[in-house]
């Protein structure tokens, strides 16, 4: 599959809206948005929630101490269902049904092709059940339906063919020794995989996690995001009627303290990766290091770059940028969330950045036009609204937005700041929400030093015509992924992760699978070899 761009594929079902709508009055003026769907009456998903217990070993079954909790709409804040919340007695349970699966059942001993064909039949029902898992995702989650629908679900039926197809091609090598030996690598599984995946891309991360375990012969178990625990336990389920073996996939819904922390010191996982903030991840390796030395893998935070350079077409920039930060809600770890616009086109940038935020359709996810559905729940809702005060006291000039968007449900207005600067909390921290800040460069050389100053490297993006400008910075960004002219170009072939504290490791391609694989180096010697 060549890379696509998402917002390539979002333009033509996301037309912008044009109409005057709700009004804020926070900060320096009155902010009009395009109208939204009605927040006071949401629309009715068209799915019903069919698990909602933790799977261990094949069935569906409560946690060990009968809790459950509550999984939200963030369009209101009301309940969809009530999830098992699994604990540390559920993940001994889990861990054993996958050791147990690992040692003693047939998935590591299965042919790579036999392997291969159940990771595709799984794809093959992915797409038969697109609308519903869809469905259960924009619910849970409150991003637009047709993103899920029309980009995510597909996604993940793309990613399960990816590494089904790389199932039968892991190999290792035959190397020339210096003596009388014949010597050979093996690429074996490593065994039991716990995995952690975060809230705001769950079907996304279950396949870039899931699927390069599954394709080298591990065993998974996996703890979903309390906020959406959803549509990882109804493809779990697809899984197995495509053929996976009992207790090779076991799911645990529940949290960080409890379930997360279990898993990461279980003494009988053998490899860890986790999905999350960089404050998590650091726990997260500290108890893996603590018992029993587990590998792990780590996607952490981001506060990336964007930088548009003095020969840009501002039209296209401003587009790209604007998708850069909001896609998503804005909870994207890799947002381009500091555009740094050149001082030659800052103000022209500015003013026609805040009239496309000021266009953005905003409203139920579920109704079709919609860019921007709530917020994943009330904490992240607050937090975000926390950085937006806190620009505004430092004294960021608030083109726009700035409040939360109407009265129901975790909605927050497309905000944009101007004149922001390094040392601002808005242009540190990441924010995770529909928040831009536009500062201003003016060589080169300092955009260079200003981007790389931040603890995070996960992305960056740059839009220049320049050849030269674009080789210069790509060598020069401290960033495990440089995006030149587009931006969010995700293909399963391409590597992802980050530098300094934004990661370990990289997920997605032929580098993954390294995560999943140990390396036995076999020597046996040869008496009166033929030729050495």
């Not at 599954?214 to 990882?232: D, I, M, R, Y």
């Not at 409890?258 to 108890?287: I, P, Q």
């Not at 839009?463 to 020069?476: C, E, G, I, V």
């Amino acid at each position: 599959m060549a890379a696509r761009r998402i917002s390539s594929l979002l333009g033509a079902s996301l037309p912008f809206l044009s109409h005057r709508g709700k009004q804020s009055y926070l900060g320096r003026g009155i902010y009009h948005y395009s109208k939204s769907a009605s927040l006071d009456n949401p629309i009715k998903p068209p799915v019903t929630v069919q698990y909602d217990k933790l799977l261990i070993n094949g069935q569906f079954v409560e946690a060990a101490s009968g809790k459950t909790f509550p999984t939200l709409d963030p369009r209101s804040g009301e309940v969809i269902a009530h999830v098992s919340e699994g604990d540390l007695e559920d993940v001994n349970r889990a861990v054993a049904s996958a050791r147990k699966a690992f040692d003693e059942g047939p998935w590591p001993k299965m042919t790579a092709y036999e392997r291969s064909k159940i990771m595709f039949r799984f794809a093959d029902l992915i797409e038969k059940h697109n609308e519903e898992i869809a469905a259960l995702e924009t619910w849970d989650n409150g991003k637009p339906f047709e993103q899920s629908a029309k980009i995510e679900v597909p996604m993940l039926a793309r990613l399960f063919r990816y590494y089904g197809g790389w199932a039968d091609k892991i190999h290792g090598l035959t190397i020339r020794g210096d003596g009388p030996h014949h010597v050979q690598t093996l690429h074996e599984p490593i065994g039991v995989a716990g995995q952690i995946i975060p809230w705001n891309f769950p079907l996304l991360m279950f396949a870039w996690k899931v699927g390069p375990a599954l394709a080298c012969g591990n065993t998974v178990v996996l703890k979903t995001a309390e906020q959406t625990p959803l549509s990882a336990l109804f493809v779990s389920k697809l899984l197995h009627e495509a053929g996976l073996p009992d207790g090779v996939l076991n799911v645990v819904s529940g949290f960080g303290p409890t379930a997360g922390a279990a898993l990461c010191s279980h003494m009988d996982v053998d490899k860890l990766a986790f999905t999350g903030s960089t404050e998590t991840g650091k726990l997260v390796l500290e108890l893996a290091a603590k018992s029993n030395l587990k590998t792990v893998t780590l996607e952490l935070g981001g506060k990336s770059p964007f930088i548009v350079c003095e020969d840009a077409d501002v039209d296209k920039a401003v587009e790209l940028a604007h998708f850069a930060l909001f896609f998503n809600q804005g909870q994207c770890c890799c947002a381009g969330s500091r555009t740094f616009v050149h001082e030659k086109v800052y103000d022209e940038f500015v003013e026609k950045a805040k009239e496309r935020a000021l266009k953005r359709a905003v409203g139920d996810p579920f109704k079709a036009g919609m860019e921007q559905g709530p917020q994943i729940d009330g904490e992240q809702f607050k937090k975000i609204l926390k950085y937006i005060k806190s620009g505004v006291e430092s004294g960021a000039t608030l083109e726009a937005g700035g409040d939360r968007f109407g009265t129901k449900g975790y909605y927050i207005q497309p905000t944009v700041f101007s004149n922001v600067k390094d040392d601002m909390l808005i242009a540190k921290d990441e924010i995770f929400g529909p928040v831009q800040t536009v500062l201003k460069f003016k060589e080169l050389g300092e955009v260079i030093r200003r981007a790389n100053n931040s603890p995070f490297g996960l992305a960056a993006g740059v839009f220049t015509q320049n050849l030269d400008t674009a080789n210069t910075l790509t060598r020069a960004l401290r960033a495990g992924t440089v995006w030149i002219n587009c931006f969010d170009t995700f293909d399963a072939a391409i590597p992802f992760g980050g530098y300094k504290m934004s990661g370990i490791g990289r997920e997605k391609g032929e580098y993954s699978l390294k995560n999943y694989l140990q390396v036995k180096a076999v020597v046996t010697a040869l008496k009166n070899p033929a030729w050495l």
